[in-house]
């Protein structure tokens, strides 16, 4: 994953999910201080656990999956990685679509 991507991702997280992160980050420490920060939820709020996973539009069948095949401690690093992953494709789609604005002239009002 491209470095820009990351900081993205890692900057909506804080902003969005309260949690604090590194100023230089790699993938494997934004996901192991994700998983650590879900497991925190799922003991002491469920459903900001879920709000988060509902905010960055998370499948519930992959994360149904992860739960069912998987075991504790590997269950949170799959579900960073998932949500990690998810808000990565919302943050290039963005990009992708994003139109330029639309310049008019100073005397023309835009409607």
Do not use: C
């Amino acid at each position: 994953m491209e470095d820009r991507y990351l900081q993205q991702t890692g900057a909506w997280l804080e902003q969005n999910a309260g949690i604090r992160l590194p100023a230089a980050m790699n993938m494997a420490e934004l996901e192991a201080v994700l998983a650590r920060h879900l497991e925190m939820l799922v003991e002491r709020d469920f459903q900001q656990f879920v709000l988060l996973l509902y905010q960055v539009d998370v499948p519930e069948r992959k994360v149904k999956e992860i739960l069912a095949s998987e075991n504790y401690p590997d269950v949170f690093l799959s579900i960073a990685r998932l949500i990690i992953s998810r808000q990565t494709e919302k943050i290039k789609s963005r990009e992708k679509y994003r139109q330029p604005p639309e310049s008019l002239p100073d005397d023309e009002e835009k409607w």
